[in-house]
T-cell receptor, first 112, second 108 residues
Framework: GAGVSQSPSNKVTEKGKDVELRCDPI?????LYWYRQSLGQGLEFLIY????????KSGLPSDRFSAERTGGSVSTLTIQRTQQEDSAVYLC??????????FGSGTRLTVV | LAKTTQPVSMDSYEGQEVNITCSHN???????ITWYQQFPSQGPRFIIQ???TKVTNEVASLFIPADRKSSTLSLPRVSLSDTAVYYC?????????FGAGTRLTVKP
């Protein structure tokens, strides 16, 4: 596609439910990042994938958060047993070869 | 990972040149300097990247002194639509950790 696609654009879920957020990077982009951004705050790094290397998971806030990237393309961020503090915009970014990242429009997650 | 320091906020007026400086005293030899712009309710957008001296594109210029311990993003003749948060990132090409950014407000 022409850009980084994230789905859903909005998600409202009940506390305690699991959610899956999807990121379709630009075709051929080897690097992929996940961030989350709470209202009025900066971007919080979550996880980084680079090619076939082991992902950098150092930003995941708890073991309820996990992410995978299948075939070096699509990535899924999973949040188990969601809590109200998980409410935020989750952003995905990809890059082809270390020069500038393209961000998706994000998924706005609301936990009620 | 080099720590960056930017002003929390800046105000300007339409038509003025805006310079946002970022300090990164412990920048490493293989680190690059990258700036992103973020509008409300949107993901950040890449503006410019450099390693040393000066880089210019259609949007902005990036000035980096010889010691590379700081950098300045220069936006020529800003308009109201340049109101956004501007982030300075310092790291190797795949090190994308964002700081708090600088909130630029352009007034009429």
């Amino acid at each position: 596609g022409a850009g980084v696609s994230q789905s859903p654009s909005n998600k409202v879920t009940e506390k305690g439910k699991d959610v899956e957020l999807r990121c379709d990077p630009i075709s051929g982009h080897t690097a992929l990042y996940w961030y989350r951004q709470s209202l009025g705050q900066g971007l919080e790094f979550l996880i980084y994938f680079q090619g076939n290397s082991a992902p950098d998971k150092s930003g995941l806030p708890s073991d309820r958060f996990s992410a995978e990237r299948t075939g070096g393309s699509v990535s899924t961020l999973t949040i188990q047993r969601t809590q109200q503090e998980d409410s935020a915009v989750y952003l995905c970014a990809s890059s082809p070869d270390h020069y500038g990242y393209t961000f998706g429009s994000g998924t706005r997650l609301t936990v009620v | 990972l080099a720590k960056t320091t930017q002003p929390v906020s800046m105000d300007s007026y339409e038509g003025q040149e805006v310079n946002i400086t970022c300090s990164h005293n412990n920048i490493a030899t293989n680190d690059y300097i990258t700036w992103y712009q973020q509008f409300p309710s949107q993901g950040p957008r890449f503006i410019i990247q450099g390693y040393k001296t000066k880089v210019t594109n259609e949007v902005a210029s990036l000035f980096i002194p010889a010691d590379r311990k700081s950098s300045t993003l220069s936006l020529p003749r800003v308009s109201l639509s340049d109101t956004a948060v501007y982030y300075c990132l310092v790291g190797d090409m795949n090190d994308m950790r964002f700081g708090a950014g600088t909130r630029l407000t352009v007034k009429p």
